[in-house]
């Protein structure tokens, strides 16, 4: 998500400073006019990856961004999608390992993960490739022999399917033992009612997407997804069944989230639980793919799902769930290997544009880039890593928000962190050090 958003970022940099950089670097300013600056058109001295990762790890940015990844070596620090360890409070060594997918892009593997920082529980983590990237290793397919992600070994014995999993860890970790519990307690009947209702409805809420998105959607009638409702005359006009049947069901799920004091399912927690895990991985991949396929952005107020919004903003102020939340760009690339292909419908208009704005093609965006994103906002919780944004002095608001954080603080907290992500990864971005167009942004950020 970040590397989008500073890529944005690099390139504006870049195009405004252009010509101060050339002419710092390579004579005058007149070489400018040279678009492709090729290699001939450039100075000799052109710093090295190396040269430039040192320069990176030595500005404020670079230095928050090391120590935190010296942390998370060993098990402690802020949640990060490819951490192997996470160790917590303990200092001994997990005997719990999770394979969950390497990209991060697996949904189920993203609740339990979630859960699993939550609750704050030591485990080792093996990154293991999805499909789409390739063969999994064999002595995965030994352990798992359908590949599907994520698993759980202990002592030797593996098991799958995450809602197993999230609830045998959860049952392992107990209150007593100073674990926050996700779960009603065994003799709260009514807890239970609850925790089943919703957990019906978020299967209903799931497969309306998946007949929203991956059918072909059905003809306008008026009425949409309640026969009844036509010949009552309640339809809403011009939507398909599908469509109405997916917003009908987001309704009630707003209502459960309305009914409740706080943002989450479960009122009487001031965090989230597993019923929140549970829907917020695939109601992040509807966000995305409900904009860019069918032009439904269902954050927009005028769908006025309070309930759903206020959860999504308490998510986003949490730095764990941030740390597994995609961008919508990522999801709706990451949607079809999985699932198939989305087909264009719902509201024409909006999609044209939402789809622009996430492939980020055909002049959606110009320069200078708003502050925020209206159709991803980002600057609900922490839009960089906390660590980063201390070590720049960005404080959050009285909300717990960064909306109101100087833009060109942020915007320097982004180049530098840009700069030490790109030279962190040299290699593998260019393996010719001359590159210039990569270069060029990389050594202006520092
Ligand atoms: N019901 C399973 C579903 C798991 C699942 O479908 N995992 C997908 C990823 S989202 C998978 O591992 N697919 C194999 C692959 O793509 O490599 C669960 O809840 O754990």
Redesign the pocket.
């Known amino acids: 998500m970040i590397m989008r958003l500073i890529a944005f970022m690099l390139f504006a940099s870049a195009i405004r400073k252009g010509a101060a950089f050339v002419s710092k670097v390579s004579g005058p300013v007149s070489s400018l006019a040279s678009t492709s600056l090729s290699m001939s058109t450039v100075a000799t001295d052109v710093p090295t990856w190396s040269e430039l990762q040192s320069k990176s790890k030595a500005t404020v940015v670079g230095q928050a961004l090391e120590q935190e990844s010296a942390l998370r070596k060993g098990g402690k620090g802020s949640a990060f999608v490819q951490s192997k360890l996470r160790k917590f409070q303990s200092d001994k060594e997990p005997e719990i390992t999770i394979y969950r ?1 390497h990209a991060g ?5 993203q609740k339990l993960m979630l859960l699993i920082e939550e609750k704050e529980i030591p485990v080792k983590i093996d990154l293991v490739p ?3 990237y390739g063969d ?1 290793p064999e002595a995965f397919m030994r352990k798992v022999p359908n ?4 698993a759980m070994e202990v002592k030797g014995q593996v098991i ?4 197993v999993i999230m609830e045998l860890l959860d049952k392992w970790h107990t209150a007593d033992a100073g674990y926050k519990p996700m779960l009603p307690k065994e003799d709260d009947t009514a807890g239970w009612k609850r925790y089943d209702k919703l957990a019906r409805l978020e299967r209903s809420l799931f497969s309306w997407w998946c007949t929203l998105l991956f059918r072909p959607e059905g003809p306008r009638l008026g009425g949409g997804g309640n026969p009844l409702k036509n010949l009552l005359g309640g339809g809403d006009g011009g939507m398909s069944g599908s469509m109405e049947g997916f917003l009908d069901c987001m309704r009630e799920v707003d209502k459960e989230l309305t009914s409740t004091p706080g943002p989450w399912f479960f009122g009487k927690y001031d965090y989230p639980t597993m019923i929140d895990f549970v829907y917020v991985s695939h109601v992040e991949r509807m966000l995305a793919s409900c904009a860019y396929w069918k032009g439904l952005n269902f954050r927009d107020p005028k769908w006025n799902l309070k309930g759903i919004n206020a959860w999504l903003e308490a998510f986003e102020k949490r730095e764990a769930y941030l740390a597994f939340k995609s961008d919508y760009y990522t999801h709706v690339k990451d949607i079809p290997p ?1 699932y198939g292909p989305g087909y264009n419908g719902g509201f024409e208009e909006d999609r044209v544009a939402f789809s622009k704005s996430i492939d980020g093609k055909d002049g959606s965006w110009s320069l200078p880039l708003s502050f925020d994103d209206p159709l991803q906002p980002l600057y609900n919780g922490p839009p960089l890593p906390v660590c980063v944004l201390k070590a720049v002095g960005i404080p959050p608001v009285a909300d717990g928000s960064y909306k109101s954080s100087d833009p060109k603080v942020m915007e320097k907290a982004c180049r530098l962190m840009a700069a030490w992500k790109v030279a962190g990864n040299g290699e593998n971005v260019s393996s010719s050090q001359r590159n210039a167009s990569l270069w060029l942004c990389i050594y202006f950020f520092l």
Not at 160 to 163: A, F, G, K, L
């Open positions: 997918d892009w697996c949904p189920y593997c999805m499909r789409s999994k590949g599907l992600l994520p799958t399917e995450s809602q999985q």
